[in-house]
């Protein structure tokens, strides 16, 4: 047992480390930017790469299978969290949550000011709950019908929605993330917070004016075509206040800090009850046939149809199998030490400030397209700079800040990374389709930096007398 053991310990040199994350991020790009695969495949042949070279390394078939275990079982709460969302917005369809929210959000908001009215609810149902994907999938889904039905480009208006849901998930006292991120620096939560407004002020500027301009390019045609569909909505019986019953249930629960799992069963379990109430012919056949294959409109108008047909646990499947994979990548990784080994090389070249910023950003980011895992990010980069930053004497809130800017608003960008994959599966828009508008997470990072070399906002750590 000790020999094997042993034998399972892998000491890889930087340079193969180097070359095997080169040679990943080589398959990925190929294959999504030439070959315009799906992202399943790219994953599936890197996978393939890693199992190949630690057998040429000699190593057990056992470690290669931990390494895959380990990397799965990171995955299984995302993956029923997904699962549980596709059964929510089926279930919130059916009980008219959804629709509700597409009418009294076309009656309230014009086009000239829609994309910043998304990024502002965004943000603060963001801030309320702690929760991007929560977000993204209850008033997201909404908005994304809502800006479609408005003639605006479906990844301009997921674009919004990503960026005001990261904001609200980055500085929210509730986010697994933000609390993650000052665990691993070990700064006082609200303090992290504050410090974290000296990028996502400027950030949130940004989005409002460049938003606001945007907001511009609605299909006047289209607007007034839409304005007539919310009345077919009312017409089928599928708007009522009563209908965002489940969705005030579900916000609310979400603030006493319960996981994420058991709010998506609250709001799933309200809105069955809410549908049966609403909807007196439902059946619960039909109940269970929206959970599993999604909703279905039937209001005769095919724009309208189109809209509210989403949802179900067949919905997430495409996510699901790609999220299984993205993780078994990762596991690999980390059974290999890469991003340990590339971690160490890449501390030999902070020798100031905004050097070490730079390779802080430029690691966070590299573990989030490498990995695919937004926490494996925020807790690996931190882990590898803490002792840096120390030495150099700079404050560890600053580290928590760079953490979250090139981290945790990150991986909704990454095509197969854990939250990108989230959204684009509950919005129904491609990754690279709605990156360029995720205005948010692209300005962070460069903030990040902008600060680090210009010394605006670094503060310096505090001498304990002693």
């Not at 790219?42 to 190949?52: A, D």
């Not at 012919?281 to 279905?296: E, H, K, R, W």
């Not at 389709?433 to 906002?457: E, K, M, N, R």
Request: with cysteine; hydrophobic share 50%.
């Amino acid at each position: 047992m000790e020999q094997q053991k042993q034998k399972d310990k892998i000491n890889i040199s930087g340079i193969a480390a180097l070359g095997l994350v080169f040679s990943i991020i080589a398959i990925i790009s190929i294959s999504l930017f030439i070959f315009k695969a799906e992202p399943h495949i790219p994953i599936f042949l890197s996978i393939v790469v890693l199992i190949l070279f630690s057998l040429a390394k000699r190593q057990s078939w056992n470690f290669i299978e931990t390494g895959l275990k380990n990397g799965l079982k990171e995955g299984l709460t995302p993956i029923l969290l997904f699962i549980l969302i596709g059964i929510l917005i089926g279930v919130w369809m059916l009980s008219g949550t959804i629709p509700t929210f597409i009418y009294y959000g076309g009656q309230l908001i014009s086009e000239q000011l829609f994309l910043p009215s998304v990024f502002i609810i965004t943000a603060i149902i963001g801030i309320s709950i702690g929760s991007s994907f929560t977000t993204t999938a209850t008033v997201g889904v909404a908005f994304i019908a809502l800006g479609t039905g408005m003639g605006f480009n479906p990844a301009i208006v997921a674009g919004a929605i990503i960026s005001g849901a990261l904001l609200g998930d980055k500085m929210s006292p509730l986010s697994d993330t933000t609390n993650i991120a000052s665990a691993v620096c070990k700064v006082d939560l609200f303090e992290h917070i504050r410090h974290m407004l000296w990028t996502t002020i400027p950030a949130a500027i940004i989005c409002l004016v460049v938003f606001s301009f945007m907001s511009s390019g609605a299909d006047s045609g289209k607007v007034r075509e839409f304005a007539d569909l919310p009345a077919v909505l009312k017409a089928e019986g599928l708007v009522s206040i009563w209908a965002l019953l489940p969705a005030v249930v579900m916000f609310g629960v979400a603030l006493k800090r319960v996981p994420a799992i058991f709010v998506m069963m609250v709001g799933i379990i309200t809105g069955a009850v809410m549908a049966f109430i609403l909807q007196p012919g439902i059946s619960v056949a039909q109940l269970m046939d929206v959970m599993q294959n999604g909703y279905t409109g039937q209001t005769g108008d095919e724009a309208m149809d189109s809209i509210l047909s989403k949802g179900g646990i067949q919905s997430m499947m495409w996510s699901v199998s790609l999220v299984l994979l993205t993780l078994s990548m990762g596991g690999l990784i980390q059974q290999l030490r890469v991003m340990e080994r590339l971690l160490e090389v890449v501390q030999r070249f902070v020798s100031s400030t905004g050097k070490l910023i730079l390779a802080t950003v430029a690691t966070a980011i590299g573990v989030n397209i490498t990995v695919g895992e937004q926490y494996m990010s925020i807790i690996l980069t931190g882990q590898a700079f803490e002792k840096e930053y120390e030495k150099q004497g700079i404050a560890s809130k600053n580290l928590a800040r760079v953490l979250e800017d090139a981290g945790t608003v990150i991986n909704p960008l990454i095509p197969y990374g854990v939250s990108g994959v989230f959204m684009a599966g509950v919005l129904g828009v491609p990754v690279l389709d709605y990156l360029p508008f995720a205005l948010f997470c692209l300005i962070s990072p460069l903030l990040s930096l902008f600060y680090g070399f210009t010394g605006i906002s670094i503060r310096k750590r505090e001498r304990v007398e002693g």
